[in-house]
């Protein structure tokens, strides 16, 4: 009885599974999945919505595309992991294309693209970005990021601590247990224009380096859907051309976050 009723658990997930993948190629509903922690370009509001830059680039992309857009939140070590097991279609959600997460999902074109940095106290006598510069230091990052992997393969005469969120680092940072923090400038600021993050100051950007950063962040679907990644890419081109990414853009930053 009891294998019986695993079965059916079975058919019925694989059979929800296998509907959402068609409703995904059909173009008539894509689930999008989002970490909801990484202002400003995906975080929950007070009242619990979505938002950001990657939500609302995302809203536009399937209004272009004439698809219903259904949101869900996912921890971000888990982000990749849920994409293959169905969970969502896409990942929107800042994630840059790497030659190593390329292995395991397609990626559209690039949607945006900004430099890394390194964020310290006030105080601090660090004046530069170089390994020389953080030699001996802590160095904090949310893991599974680049900015994780290039601190690790970089400051390899720091100590390298991981977190699961921006906000943690930001945390420890604050209360003085790190020396230095490495994330996306654009993160970074944001941060720095809270209360919170009054603590400290932007100690410099990083060169990005292509083999680890890639060539900007772009979005994430299953392996071998071609026809939703084609679709995807021709609506980023289409807000690139219509006004919409401006628009969009300019809500958040004073720049070009496309980048060149």
Same mark, same amino acid.
């Given at each position: 009885?009891?294998?019986? @009723? @695993? ?10 599974? $296998? ?6 190629? %059909? ?9 909801? /922690? ?22 536009? &992309?399937?209004?272009?595309?004439? /698809? ?6 996912? %921890? ?48 601090? *006598? ?6 020389? %510069? ?27 601590? &991981? ?5 943690? +680092? ?12 490495? *994330? *996306?400038?654009?993160? &970074? ?30 979005? /994430? ?6 026809? &939703? @990644?084609?679709?995807?890419?021709? $609506? ?13 853009? %300019?809500?958040?930053? *004073?720049?070009?976050? +496309?980048?060149?």
């Amino acid at each position: 009885m009891r294998t019986t @009723r @695993r079965l059916a658990l079975f058919s019925a997930a694989f059979l929800a599974l $296998a509907a959402g993948a068609a409703h995904a190629q %059909d173009g008539t509903k894509i689930r999008i999945g989002t970490e909801g /922690a990484y202002p400003p370009f995906n975080y929950t509001t007070a009242d619990g919505q979505l938002a950001g830059f990657d939500i609302d680039i995302a809203r536009a &992309l399937c209004e272009e595309m004439k /698809a219903e857009c259904e949101f869900v939140t996912q %921890d971000w070590d888990g982000m990749i992991p849920a994409l293959q097991a169905g969970k969502f279609d896409a990942i929107i959600a800042s994630m840059s294309i790497t030659p190593e997460r390329l292995e395991q999902v397609d990626f559209t074109d690039k949607y945006y693209n900004t430099p890394p940095a390194v964020v310290v106290p006030k105080d601090s *006598d660090i004046q530069g970005v170089t390994p020389e %510069d953080l030699a001996g230091k802590t160095i904090g990052a949310q893991g599974s990021t680049t900015h994780a992997n290039y601190a690790e393969l970089t400051y390899t005469e720091s100590e390298v601590r &991981l977190y699961p969120t921006a906000e943690e +680092y930001q945390l420890d940072m604050g209360n003085g247990r790190l020396d230095a923090v490495v *994330d *996306d400038i654009i993160v &970074l600021q944001e941060w720095l224009n809270t209360e919170e993050g009054a603590c400290c100051r932007v100690a410099g950007t990083i060169t990005p380096v292509e083999e680890i950063h890639g060539p900007g962040v772009g979005i /994430a679907i299953r392996k071998g859907e071609d026809e &939703l @990644r084609e679709r995807f890419n021709a $609506a980023i081109k289409a807000l690139r051309e219509n006004g919409k990414y401006k628009e969009i853009n %300019d809500k958040y930053f *004073d720049f070009d976050a +496309y980048g060149e």
